[in-house]
């Protein structure tokens, strides 16, 4: 449960204590709320009292009578607007002063209610200020996290981008001024590392353009009865050459026929995503083991390593972006930090679920379940 400071300002000891009285048990709502919203109701009788009230400690919602003795309450009203204070004003005016209230709500008020009101009219009131408080509060976190956010992926893309570049960099200049010789053979290794460099910068624009996509909502789905087999066979081929190198085993089992209403790109990034890190963080000689099955209700998805392993303390951060667990065994493989962020938001949009178990130095289990859903319209609507 939220409280909030209301302070009313009024020189009628009986609308204080009535508006103390309305708010005292009073609560708002609303489907979009975490939690209700009560009310702490602070008197003030003078616009000179409000003011020192407002300078200890401001209050989220001041509601504001036009006639004061002494200060007036369009000069309050001036006050705050011209301190930029975070405070939402409703002014109390009587049905003579309306022109002067719809004046003040011009310069700054967010509404008026009128007097004598009915504890229903305030309540009504309240609803309608709170609500207005609550969304331009969130609007807010959400602009300076998005700043946040920003600051993060460009440092991090800066970083990622700059080290790559200036090995390259490095390499080509070596080559450029044949400081290893006349012969190309001399220059191989420079030529490998470069075009090491260069894939995981693809890599990452990829992956970068993977999560525009699906957080703008702007990829147009080509939703279709997919064969997951297929496509965690072609995941498999496409690691085949690295998994060789590693001397990693890649068994694959299929119970039945498990198909599913989906997008193939989408049902590609994730199984590509899976089985790379399988193979990438095993140990070599290792295995990787996916099973695909599938019940009335739902398919599931296996994707089991005999790897490094990952710390309990560690697995909520597996989904974060550009979030990668580095400790003495995986600091030397590459990565962007964003593959199992992008699994875990195409799962998500199919209204399904990842869990994942895992033990240091034997190995992790991905376990994926889709709900399986009749008609594309369901899907569609998941997103």
């Known amino acids: ?83 930029q204070l975070d405070i939402l004003v409703m002014m109390i005016t009587s049905y003579a002063s309306l022109e002067l209230a719809v004046k003040a709500t011009n310069n700054g008020a967010y509404d008026f209610v009128p007097k004598p009101f009915t504890p229903q009219e305030l309540k009504a009131s309240m609803e309608n200020i709170t609500k207005h408080y609550f969304l331009r509060r969130m609007t807010r976190k959400l602009h300076k996290e998005g700043k946040i956010i920003r600051f993060k992926f460009l440092t991090v893309l800066s970083h990622e981008l700059k080290a790559p570049l200036n090995a390259i960099e490095g390499y080509l200049k070596l080559m450029q001024e044949k400081q290893a010789g006349d012969n190309i053979d001399d220059y191989q290794d420079m030529i490998d590392r470069s075009l090491s460099r260069v894939k995981s910068m693809r890599t990452l624009i990829m992956d970068l353009l993977d999560l525009t996509r699906i957080d703008s909502d702007k990829k147009k789905r080509d939703l279709r009865e997919l064969d997951l087999g297929l496509i965690a066979k072609s995941a498999m081929d496409g690691m085949t050459p690295l998994a060789v190198q590693r001397d990693v085993k890649l068994n694959i089992t299929i119970d039945g026929q498990p198909s599913l209403m989906a997008d193939a790109e989408e049902m590609e990034i994730i199984f590509n995503n899976l089985i790379s890190n399988a193979v990438k963080y095993n140990k070599d000689g290792g295995t990787v083991d996916c099973v695909i099955s599938s019940n009335p209700d739902e398919v599931t998805v296996k994707v089991v390593d005999t790897g490094f392993g990952i710390s309990n303390e560690d697995i909520p951060k597996l989904f974060q972006e550009f979030s990668r667990i580095k400790n003495a065994t995986t600091r030397n493989i590459t990565g962007t930090g964003l593959g199992l962020s992008i699994v875990k938001k195409l799962v998500d949009l199919y209204g399904g679920k990842i869990d994942v178990e895992s033990t240091p130095e034997q190995g992790t289990t991905f376990t994926l379940r889709f709900p399986i859903l009749p008609t594309i319209s369901d899907i569609t609507g998941l997103a």
């Not at 009310?39 to 009230?53: H, K, M, P, S, Y």
């Not at 200890?56 to 309050?76: R, Y």
Request: aromatic share 6%; no cysteine.
């Open 1 to 83: 449960m939220e409280i909030l400071d209301v302070l009313v300002v009024d020189d009628e000891p009986g609308i204080r204590s009535g508006v103390t009285r309305i708010l005292r048990n009073f609560s708002v709502s609303y489907p979009f709320m975490d939690d209700d919203i009560q009310f702490n109701v602070i008197e003030a009788a003078t616009g000179e009292d409000a003011l020192a009230i407002i300078n200890a400690k401001p209050p989220a919602i001041v509601l504001l009578d036009n006639k004061l003795p002494g200060m007036q309450g369009v000069e309050v009203l001036e006050y705050i607007n011209n301190n």
